[in-house]
């Protein structure tokens, strides 16, 4: 049975930094493409970053715009998990960050939900001004 499961959310201020963990088992990590994606109160689910798995050492990272420049997504494959590093965190970075597995590495599909196959059940980010 495969689990994603997320942590490191929290009440933060504004210009704060967290860095969210997402725990893997249950699948062949080393093989997927792990995302991040936030859902604010209201709003639909968005795409925030994702990491490909790596084609021979090259990983490749994609950031939704409003994020690039403050945060950094990372993997650990021998532990099975990935990382969010987040600073200088504004409010609209409040929601829950959910992450996300699939086998897609086109930067095209890795924003769509449709296209993955495992979720994690979320942690709460609320970024306080």
């Known amino acids: 049975q495969v689990q994603l499961v997320e942590s490191g959310g929290g009440l933060v201020q504004v210009g704060d930094s967290l860095r969210l963990s997402c725990a893997a088992s249950g699948l062949t990590f080393s093989g997927y493409t792990m995302t991040w994606f936030r859902q604010a109160p209201g709003r639909e689910r968005e795409f925030v970053a994702g990491?490909?798995?790596?084609?021979?050492?090259?990983?490749?990272?994609y950031y939704t715009d409003s994020v690039k420049g403050r945060f950094t997504i990372s993997r650990d494959n021998a532990k099975n998990t990935m990382y969010l590093q987040m600073n200088s965190l504004k409010p609209q970075d409040t929601g829950l960050y959910y992450c996300?597995?699939?086998?897609?590495?086109?930067?095209?599909?890795?924003?769509?939900?449709?296209?993955?196959?495992?979720w994690g059940q979320g942690t709460q980010v609320t970024v306080s001004s």
């Open positions: 996300a597995a699939t086998l897609e590495t086109l930067e095209r599909k890795l924003t769509t939900e449709y296209w993955y196959n495992y």
């Open positions: 990491i490909t798995w790596a084609r021979g050492s090259v990983y490749y990272t």
